[in-house]
């Protein structure tokens, strides 16, 4: 599952009208989301999702390909990749991602805590949207291991840096599930930092003897 910074939206239109479509889309994308929490995405069709904004089928797919699609839209990494590209060449790769990674973190925005709560729920309900979140994980990945190359002065990661951003991957995955299992109640970068910590210490175990 994505983290809710990677969620954007494109600047403010200036017309009417096209105020008026970016807000239709995002309607669109919030009903579906909920109703795809709530109902299951399999149980969840496209009129279900227009009834709620009060448009028709075919305005939906004015914006969308699909109902699978919709859950997808307007995600940005660039924000998060620039900033592991940033952190200081002490910070190993690990800490470079982790400290990247927490810094992008809402901190009191609510609407995105929830947003975050139902998009796990919502990938949950099918093997569908799981799939096409896997895919788009994978790619994730590889950016986040060529950001780290690119911080480095690399045109291209080695095994090292795809084998880091894969485990730092696996931490916030684990982090964001116990945080959504206490429906976002407790401090993300809390949860983040203590997985990582995690990390650090099945990488680095204390020798002793």
């Known amino acids: ?22 807000q239709t889309r995002d309607a669109l994308a919030d009903a579906a989301l909920r109703l795809f ?8 069709t496209i009129e279900d999702i227009t009834d709620v904004v009060d448009v028709s089928s075919r305005t939906f797919y004015q914006y ?23 952190q200081p060449l002490e910070s190993s790769d690990l800490e470079a991602i982790r400290d990247a990674y927490i810094s992008r973190q809402p901190t009191k925005d609510r609407s995105v805590q929830e947003r975050t709560v139902l ?3 919502a990938l949950e309900s099918t093997p569908t949207l799981q799939g096409r979140n896997f895919e788009l994980q994978s790619e994730f990945r590889m950016l986040i ?9 690399l045109a291209e990661p080695d ?9 730092a991957q696996a ?7 116990r945080w959504a299992e206490g429906n976002g109640r407790s401090d993300v970068r809390e949860e983040l930092r203590m997985m990582f910590a995690i990390v650090e210490t099945a990488v680095h175990p204390t020798r002793t003897g």
């Not at 599952?1 to 009417?16: D, I, L, V």
């Not at 291991?145 to 480095?152: C, F, K, Q, T, V």
């Open 1 to 22: 599952m994505f983290p809710p910074s990677t969620r954007t939206k494109p600047a403010a239109p200036e017309g009417r009208r096209d105020r008026k479509r970016s």
């Open 37 to 44: 929490a709530e109902k299951g995405y399999e149980n969840t």
């Open 64 to 86: 969308f390909p699909s109902k699978e699609d919709v859950l997808f839209a307007d995600v940005d990494h660039e924000p998060f990749l620039a900033a592991i590209r940033a």
């Open 119 to 121: 998009m796990k729920k």
């Open 145 to 153: 291991a060529g950001a780290l190359a690119e911080r480095r002065g």
């Open 159 to 167: 095994l090292a840096m795809t084998l880091t951003a894969a485990i």
């Open 171 to 177: 931490a916030m995955h684990l982090a964001y599930d």
